[in-house]
């Protein structure tokens, strides 16, 4: 990281009280302008580079136009407040690389879905043609009960009815009006 000390427009000590938590012990700022109320956010800063696991902690929090690098010493952290050149151009650079992520992260999120759900198209298949079976042992049924059953649709049962047929596990036995009846073998 290529550093200049003239970079560095502020400092703050953030201390800490058993009793009332982090407080601010002093600030420092070159920059009349810096909009952010010291004061009010030195318990924010405090509990982001001292709060987390141990070895967990950050060093910097960068911010659009700012960042601060911390330092701790027993229970005080002394903040650093930088205003580096060419941040926004490094942000933005970061902000197109992140977009390429997300973007190839969902397609393949996507293709992931899509076949877990023909791997589940074909489990369901599966399981409606084991349980078709096992509903025609021992008893006939027409195609229109055994549609009702599953809610599938005329050409989907009859395309299931077919492979069993094929496979052998079920035959037709007679037919009743329109309605073809069916059982196991």
């Not at 953030?14 to 952010?36: A, C, N, R």
């Not at 911010?63 to 330092?71: N, Q, T």
């Not at 009702?148 to 005329?154: D, T």
């Amino acid at each position: 990281m290529n550093f200049n000390q003239k970079e560095i427009f502020g400092a703050a000590l953030i201390g800490f009280d058993m009793i009332d938590g982090p407080f601010l012990k002093w600030k420092e700022f070159q920059d009349k302008e810096f909009s952010v109320n010291i004061d009010e956010f030195s318990m924010n800063l405090y509990l982001a580079f001292r709060g987390g696991n141990a070895g967990k902690k950050p060093r910097a929090i960068v911010y659009d136009d700012f960042y601060i690098v911390a330092f701790p010493k027993d229970l005080e952290l002394c903040c650093l407040f930088m205003k580096p050149k060419g941040i926004d151009e490094n942000l933005k650079e970061l902000s197109k690389i992140a977009n390429r992520l997300i973007l190839e992260k969902s397609k393949c999120e996507e293709e992931a879905d899509e076949q877990d759900l023909e791997n589940s198209d074909e489990d369901i298949i599966e399981e409606t043609k084991r349980l078709i079976i096992n509903l025609l042992s021992d008893t006939e049924m027409s195609t229109p009960e055994l549609r009702k059953y599953f809610k599938l649709s005329n050409s989907e049962i009859w395309k299931i009815m077919t492979e069993l047929e094929k496979s052998s596990k079920i035959k037709r036995t007679r037919k009743v009006g329109r309605s073809q009846l069916w059982t196991a073998t």
